[in-house]
T-cell receptor, first 116, second 115 residues
C-alpha cells in the first residue's frame, strides 16, 4: 500500500506570493490533517479535513486555508506569504474507524517551503 | 503557551543501555498520548501510544509510562540501538472532546545512541 504522498517536496517563493501544497492520503483513509514544523515553534496543527469538511482547526491566521476533494486528496493554500511561513509542511492521514476514538495518523515526507 | 513540553532537547545513550525520554503536559483535557520518531527529510513515524485510562503500555523494546497526577509521561527504550538515533516527539490529543486527530506536539528530543 502506498504511503502518504506530498507534492512538491521543495518550493521557493517570495514574500507576497501565494502557494498551494498537495497531499494524497493512503488509499481508504478519509481524514487528512496538516501540520507546520518550524525550528522555533515545533510541529503545530493547522487543520483537519474529513469527508470534504473541515473538522478541526488550529490557531493560524486566515491566510492559511485548505480543502479536501471527494477522493480524499487535500490541498492547503497560503496566501500573501511572509518570511515566517518558511517551514516544513506535513500532511497526515488516518482511516477514522468508527469503533475507535483515536485513529493512528500516518505522515507524509513533507513539503519544504522557503519564502525569500 | 506550550501545552506539551519536552525539556531535554538532546540525549546521548550507549548502545544496549536504557533510553528514557520525558514529556510534561499542562492541559488536563488531554486523554490520549503518543510518541513519534522522526528521521531527517522524513515525516514522523508512530511508535507507541497510551490512553489516559492506563498507566503503562508496552510494545517490544518500547514502553510508555503515564503519570496523570503529575501530568508526565516517559518513553523507555530497552535496549537502545544505533538505529534508534532520531528525534522523538511526544504528542497529545483530547479525544473525548472531538479533537481526536488534532495532535499537540512537544518540541522534540534528539536521541543519539552511541556504539
Amino acid at each position: 500500500k502506498a504511503g502518504v504522498t506530498q507534492t512538491p517536496r521543495y518550493l521557493i517563493k517570495t514574500r507576497g506570493q501565494q502557494v498551494t501544497l498537495s497531499c494524497s492520503p493512503i488509499s481508504g483513509h478519509r481524514s487528512v490533517s496538516w501540520y507546520q514544523q518550524t525550528p522555533g515553534q515545533g510541529l503545530q496543527f493547522l487543520f483537519e479535513y474529513f469527508s470534504e469538511t473541515q473538522r478541526n482547526k488550529g490557531n493560524f491566521p486566515g491566510r492559511f486555508s485548505g480543502r479536501q476533494f471527494s477522493n480524499s486528496r487535500s490541498e492547503m493554500n497560503v496566501s500573501t506569504l511572509e518570511l515566517g511561513d518558511s517551514a516544513l509542511y506535513l500532511c497526515a492521514s488516518s482511516y477514522d474507524r468508527v469503533s475507535s476514538a483515536y485513529n493512528e495518523q500516518f505522515f507524509g515526507p513533507g513539503t519544504r517551503l522557503t519564502v525569500l | 503557551d506550550q501545552q506539551v513540553k519536552q525539556n531535554s532537547p538532546s540525549l546521548s545513550v550507549q548502545e544496549g543501555r536504557i533510553s528514557i525520554l520525558n514529556c510534561d503536559y499542562t492541559n488536563s483535557m488531554f486523554d490520549y498520548f503518543l510518541w513519534y520518531k522522526k528521521y531527517p527529510a522524513e515525516g514522523p513515524t508512530f511508535l507507541i501510544s497510551i490512553s489516559s485510562i492506563k498507566d503503562k503500555n508496552e510494545d517490544g523494546r518500547f514502553t510508555v509510562f503515564l503519570n496523570k497526577s503529575a501530568k508526565h509521561l516517559s518513553l523507555h527504550i530497552v535496549p537502545s540501538q544505533p538505529g534508534d538515533s532520531a528525534v522523538y516527539f511526544c504528542a497529545a490529543s483530547d479525544v473525548l472532546t472531538g479533537g481526536g486527530n488534532k495532535l499537540t506536539f512537544g518540541t522534540g528530543t534528539q536521541l543519539k545512541v552511541e556504539l
